[in-house]
């Protein structure tokens, strides 16, 4: 394992950890927007909340541009609105209607938005690696800086496509970055249960690349983490294997009742909620002011209700969408 | 006149992607032992092409059938054109979760914003002694998903067109190699044009009865002809070559002419591509018909590996001409 001594370690400017938290709380509202919309029977989808995982994806799409690409997971909509994915077509998307990001045709789990770099979401678990791979093979073969991020949980550390994934992009040198968001469950199997090593980063001495764990709640090591990794992959260096290590609030689907993790540990992890923590970090630090923040919160908050407002709003797709797209031409 | 080149299958289908990487520089290879320095291939499928356009646009992987797919998917949602080799057609099962799941679907569920133009060519087919896990013809299950299409060739000609139409297809193409077509050699115009994805091709214009085969069961459906021919019965053998779509039009044009229809495919019988082809022409041409379709195909088995059960496991031209002469009454 790689370990950069902290003296050393990049640290985010004042406007970049205005950034982190900006897209956190982006990510936070949205969430329970989705939430409640679900509760009140507005929204009828299966849904994987990433709440208590907000620092992760922000911390990392701060050091991203616009073209560099993002695979993830159907536990993936805080990667994406990390990444920018604008929120009016998201709610459209997951509504099912025809503004959609998809067009109502993919839904939550295959939210879709090259514009903003978002290439693949998938339901599959550790799927997002292998095209992953791809995509950063060609920003390789285009001779250009782009990197491309697989987003994936520690359950899909198991599966044969993590093996597959990440021996092939260390032997073809690919600018991709497999980030794990370890949350501590694969669905309700806590980790120990399932994972032969205490720490995923580990596995990757076996490929021959950096690996690194980091406190994926701490916006400034898991920005030094993937300041370091994106920096790596766009000199030609190769991957890096980050584990971030983190807590979903609301189990493994928004719904399931928990019984499976203690209520101590659950507490115990809420209480460290990372957008109060950080929130008030930026205030201590005098990076960000009390009313600037809630300036922020409020002009969020405000622009989730209007995706909300739009996605519900929006129309459903007329049924000749069944039949359009399986190939670019239509075939009986 | 138009120069040829003497080609075999596998010649054609080299040829076809050296030409499409000469025109295309999005055009890239990727699969096991494709690179020259590995061979070019197991049986030289990708011959020469790493030396002619270099190891960055043809590259040898590790045996990583998901990552080789997926890194195929990545690059042609990312503006590529891969070529992937899956050395073997039961080795595709492996990769199945990229093929199903993302190769054949991203197109829909992303609706419409991003395609996958991958073209994944393997080999297969009983006859040659593989045995159970190195000869299945597994294209009924590509046919099943709704996003991929699935082409069996017979011929070095078909071969070469149908692969260059497969790679400058907008969306997934599974070109299917099966290894008792690959011995015979033609001689292929240099500069034939692409064939058409999802056009079948007569083979023989006849009047009595139609015969449906594609790949390897074309050559063994040839032979029928002949020896129906000696007595006195007029096939009219169509050569499917893509088998998803399939061209229901030639198919149900022919059978409606005839009234009889014999389907022939080396893959399992049960739950197989003759099933789809046979339903539709009664769907269509219940009335049109004189005889009940008949289907032939393996029988429910593994692929064997002792010369006699694998000869038993393959339609015969004897099964096919009986076949026939069941329909005719």
Known sequence: MQQTPVSNRPLPGPEVQRDIYRRMVRIERNDEAIRRAIKLGRLQMPYYSARGQE??????????????????????????VAKGMPLRPLWAEIAGRIDGTCKGKGGPMHLTHPESGVMVTTGIVGSS????????WAAKLDGSQRVAIAYFGDGASNIGAFHESLNLASVWKLPVIFVCQNNRFAEHTRYEVGTSVDR????????????????????????????????RARAGEGPTLIEALTFRFFGHVFGDDDKYMTKEEKAA??????????????????????????????????????AMQFGLASPLPPIDELRRDVFATEIA | MTATTKLNGIAAVNAAIARAMAQDPKVIVLGEDVADREGGGVVGTTRGLSTRFGDERVKSTPISEQAIIGAAIGAAIGGYKPVAEIMLMNFTTVAMDMIF?????????????????L????????????????????????????????????????????????????????MIMSAMTLRTFEEVP??????????????????????????????????????????????????LRTVAPWDRETVLASVRK??????????????GVGAEIAATIQEELFGALKAPIRRLGAPYSPVPFSKPLEAAYLVQPDDIVAAVRSVLG
């Open chain 2, 119 to 174: 073209t994944i060519h393997t080999l297969t087919g009983a006859g040659v002694s593989t045995a159970g896990q190195h000869a299945d013809h597994l294209e009924a299950w590509f046919a099943h998903a709704a996003g991929i299409k699935v082409v069996a060739p017979s011929t070095p000609s078909d071969y070469f067109g149908l692969m260059l139409s497969c790679i400058d297809d907008p969306d997934p193409c599974l």
């Open chain 1, 129 to 136: 690696m292998p095209i992953a791979n791809g995509l950063a």
């Open chain 2, 101 to 117: 799941n993302h190769a054949a679907k991203l197109r829909f569920m992303s609706g419409g914003q991003t395609s996958v133009p």
């Open chain 1, 200 to 231: 995923i980063a580990k596995r990757a001495i076996g490929y021959g690349m950096p690996g690194v764990t980091v406190d994926g709640n701490d916006p400034v090591d898991m920005y030094a983490a993937a300041f370091e990794a994106v920096e």
């Open chain 1, 269 to 306: 992890a809420m209480e460290r909620d990372p957008l109060p923590l950080f929130r008030a970090r930026l205030i201590a630090d005098g990076i960000a002011t009390e009313g600037a923040l809630a300036d922020m919160e409020t002009a969020i908050a405000a622009e989730v209700d209007d």
């Open chain 1, 55 to 80: 620092v992760i994806p922000s911390a990392v799409s701060v050091n991203l541009n616009q073209d560099d690409t993002i695979c993830t997971i159907y536990r993936g909509i805080h990667d994406m």
């Open chain 2, 258 to 271: 005839t009234g009889r229809a014999v389907i022939v495919h080396e893959a399992l019988r049960n739950h």
């Open chain 2, 190 to 239: 240099n500069d034939l044009a692409p064939i058409p994805l999802g056009k079948a091709r007569i083979v023989e214009e006849g009047g009595d009865v139609t015969i449906v085969a594609y790949s390897a069961m074309v050559l063994t459906a040839r032979k029928a002809t002949e020896a129906l021919k000696a007595e006195g019965v007029s096939v009219e053998l169509i050569d």
